[in-house]
């Protein structure tokens, strides 16, 4: 089965930008692998940010975008808040199997 | 509004099953696939496989395939999914998740934890 890799941990400042990516063991990401990302917040369910490469839902702030950056999956948040200090995963789509990558926790500091 | 409604907590014994429901409304239920997740005590989230209300079609994960089952009940838009043969390692939350296929997730459900005691 395929893995999916996330960093571990990222810290960036309030008003920052910040890259999160997300990679596949089987080779590069590409729409195909209909990336998913989903925020977490402590005691909460997930929630979607963005399916499909980059369809953002209504309740998606402007600044999550994501997309397809050098072989991988990428969520970019731009003019960082506070409140986006979360847990963040990207699943991919391998051919009937879906994985999670292992999270990035987001601190803003 | 789309709501995903779960079933509370359970707690069970070791080989023991237990049986998550998910209510749905809001929306049409075969027109979405239903899919479930579940995420341990301080780890990550992890796929557990889909279910297509429409035809009954499933896909499962390898690590639980042969131990669960995924059903929907179209007359109350509800769908559960079933884990037999219980163990430690099955203590977690679990939640389910409306999908468009098994590609694209959008509403959750607020989760059912699930304590397995020995």
């Known amino acids: 089965q395929a893995v999916v890799t996330q960093e571990p941990s990222l810290t960036v400042s309030p008003g920052g930008t910040v890259t999160l990516t997300c990679a596949s063991s089987?080779?590069?990401?590409?729409?195909?692998?209909?990336p998913n990302w989903f925020q977490q917040k402590p005691g909460q369910a997930p929630r979607t940010l963005t399916s499909?490469?980059?369809d953002r839902h209504s309740w998606t702030p402007a600044r999550f975008s994501a997309s397809l950056l050098g072989g991988k999956a990428a969520l970019t948040l731009s003019g960082v808040q506070p409140e986006d200090e979360a847990d963040y995963y990207c699943?991919?789509?391998?051919?009937?199997?879906?994985?999670f990558g292992g999270g990035t926790r987001l601190t803003v500091l | 509004q789309v709501q995903l409604v779960q079933s509370g907590a359970e707690v069970k014994k070791s080989g023991a099953s237990v049986r998550v429901s998910c209510k749905t409304s809001?929306?049409?239920?075969?027109?979405?696939?239903i899919s479930w997740v579940r995420q341990a005590p301080g780890q990550g989230l992890e796929w557990l496989g889909w279910?297509?209300?429409?035809?009954?079609?499933?896909d499962y994960s390898q690590k639980v395939q042969g131990r669960v089952t995924m059903t929907t009940d179209t007359s109350t838009s509800t769908a559960y999914m079933e884990l037999r043969s219980l163990r430690s390692d099955d203590t977690a939350t679990y939640y389910c998740?409306?999908?468009?296929?098994?590609?694209?997730?959008?509403?959750w459900g607020q989760g059912s934890l699930v304590t397995v005691s020995s």
């Open positions: 279910i297509s209300p429409d035809n009954g079609h499933t």
């Open positions: 089987t080779g590069a990401v590409t729409s195909a692998n209909f």
């Open positions: 499909s490469t980059n």
């Open positions: 998740a409306r999908s468009q296929g098994d590609i694209s997730f959008d509403f």
């Open positions: 699943l991919l789509y391998h051919g009937g199997v879906q994985v």
């Open positions: 809001g929306y049409t239920f075969n027109r979405f696939g």
